[in-house]
């Protein structure tokens, strides 16, 4: 079955301790993307990838870093996470660049205390 | 400074009743117009996606439009299960290829 997959789907935690939210995909997609959604804000997005090694920025980079070293991963890290970052977040990936029918994971909700 | 808004914010429809959502844009060079629904709790998943103005394109009840400056999602006697946010995104060409998402439409069908 093609999908998104997002883990962990819930997290709890504290400012400053770096965490990592991991994202995979098993279809080939050459484009990754993170998004947060905030009430009022709508859908934004943090950072994107258009193939391996390939990262630019969203919207709204600050405070976010990935990686995408290996097709099927697009790890977003969180190196000292702060209070304002508590959001739900979203992976997504797409065939190519052209973002055409992205899919979605199913959601990660974080707080940061 | 929005490059995409949506409206309305909300809308309520009885069962039958057609409607229009609608996605204005003003990034230049547009790529692509996306559409999307999300349900409560749930991921966006993809309804559409446009190119060029004059292009729709269909799907069940919904049928989405595209101008030059605007899309409109229109819902042709909805049913109780179309109720759902629906999303707007544009990608815009040229090199940048990051997307921008409106707030959404949060649309509740009444039966």
């Known amino acids: 079955e093609a999908q998104v997959t997002q883990n962990p789907r819930y997290l709890i935690t504290v400012t400053g301790k770096k965490l990592t939210v991991t994202c995979s995909q098993n279809?080939?997609?050459?484009?990754m993307s993170w998004y947060r959604q905030d009430p009022g804000l709508g859908l934004r997005q943090i950072y994107y990838?258009?193939?391996?090694?390939?990262?630019d920025k969203g919207d709204v980079p600050e405070g976010y870093k990935v990686s995408r070293k290996e097709k099927r991963n697009f790890p977003l890290i969180l190196e000292s996470p702060s209070p304002n970052q508590t959001s739900l977040y979203f992976c997504?990936?797409?065939?190519?660049?052209?973002?055409?029918?992205?899919?979605f994971g199913a959601g990660t909700r974080l707080s940061v205390l | 400074e929005d490059q995409v808004t949506q409206s309305p914010e909300a809308l309520r429809l009885q069962e039958g009743e057609s409607s229009s959502l609608n996605c204005s844009y003003t990034?230049?060079?547009?790529?692509?117009l996306f559409w999307y629904r999300q349900d409560p709790g749930k991921g966006p998943e993809f309804l559409f996606t446009?190119?060029?103005a004059g292009e729709e394109k269909e799907k069940e009840r919904l049928k989405a439009t595209l101008t030059k400056k605007e899309s409109f999602l229109h819902i042709t006697a909805p049913k109780p299960e179309d109720s759902a946010t629906y999303l707007c995104?544009?990608?815009?060409?040229?090199?940048?290829?990051?997307?921008?998402f409106g707030k959404g439409t949060h649309l509740i069908i009444q039966p």
């Open positions: 997504a990936s797409a065939f190519d660049r052209t973002a055409d029918i992205q899919y």
């Open positions: 279809m080939n997609h050459e484009y």
């Open positions: 990838s258009m193939n391996v090694e390939v990262t």
């Open positions: 990034v230049s060079g547009l790529r692509g």
């Open positions: 446009l190119y060029s």
């Open positions: 995104a544009v990608q815009q060409g040229g090199g940048a290829d990051g997307l921008t």
